[in-house]
């Protein structure tokens, strides 16, 4: 697996090491620096660490985001590895998010690094109508089954119009009736596909249906449910709603467990 690793600083790039040494053991990294710090740092720590190959990326001029976009492109990267730049105030105002400009930049997967154990214990992915989502599933069942973890697979049922709130027609919402699941509504059956993926690759897990508004409901899930990585999708191959969109960069900025956006070529494959 070929990983682009960026950090603003030595002490953020350490951050990045648990996860460096555990991809590196379970599926073999070839890892590029953006940054000097971030060399310095790996280059200290990592020396000598199986299955690892340590680089620099060239081609450094530019807001760093564009720099990312470019050396991950120009590099054929399978990873973005990312420690949150911590910007605030006007600086966030007028630049906006490093990470998320990263993820609206790249077709690689992006890795942001925060809290939390390492391996993770649990992975929650979430899913919705996008076609995406098996992406989602699948690569956190591949992690799961390297890492020895759960994984729990989450359907939130909008109470914002991004999807026509669904119902029996009598006024029982589908996110309360337990026969969800075997409805003919497309989400259910979206739903199905995900677990039926999860058990086919041999993957531990369950479902759950949860209603509400997304974000509040998928980030009540990580602090609640012991979840050590959330795996979101991306849109950027898909027509959808700028509401999707806002989503997946509310959960970025938020999230306080690391979170893995499973790019368009969807790496861990």
């Known amino acids: 697996m070929k990983i682009l690793a960026y950090a603003t600083s030595e002490t953020m790039a350490r951050t990045l090491i648990p996860w460096v040494r555990l991809i590196a053991r379970d599926f073999g990294a070839e890892v590029e620096a953006a940054s000097q710090a971030t060399l310095r740092t790996l280059m200290v720590d990592l020396e000598g660490c199986d299955g690892l190959t340590l680089g620099e990326a060239r081609d450094g001029t530019g807001p760093i985001e564009e720099v990312i976009a470019r050396q991950t492109e120009k590099g054929n990267h399978d ?21 998320c400009n990263v993820v609206g930049r790249v077709s690689a997967s992006v890795l942001v690094v925060r809290e939390g154990d390492v391996p993770p214990r649990s992975i929650l992915t979430c899913v919705s109508g996008s076609r995406h989502s ?27 119009p991004i999807e026509l709130k669904p119902s029996f027609g009598d006024g029982r919402p589908w996110g309360a009736h337990a026969a969800f699941l075997d409805s003919d509504h ?5 739903l199905r596909a995900s677990r039926d993926l999860m058990r086919s690759m041999g993957a531990r897990g369950e479902v759950v249906i949860r209603e509400g508004l997304v974000v509040e409901e998928i980030l009540r899930e990580m602090s609640g449910g012991g979840h050590g990585l959330l ?15 806002n989503v997946a960069a509310e959960l970025i900025r938020r999230n306080r467990r690391s979170t893995l956006v499973v790019g368009i070529r969807a790496s861990f494959a």
């Open 134 to 160: 098996l992406s989602n599933v699948r690569v956190a069942s591949r992690l799961a089954l390297a890492w020895d973890a759960e994984v729990r697979i989450m359907l939130v049922l909008s109470q914002v």
């Open 186 to 190: 497309p989400l259910a059956g979206q």
């Open 79 to 99: 990873l973005v590895l990312l420690a949150p730049a911590g910007r605030r105030g006007v600086t966030r105002l007028l630049k906006g998010s490093m990470v």
């Open 231 to 245: 795996a979101i999708g991306t849109h950027l191959a898909e027509d959808f709603d700028p509401l999707y969109e």
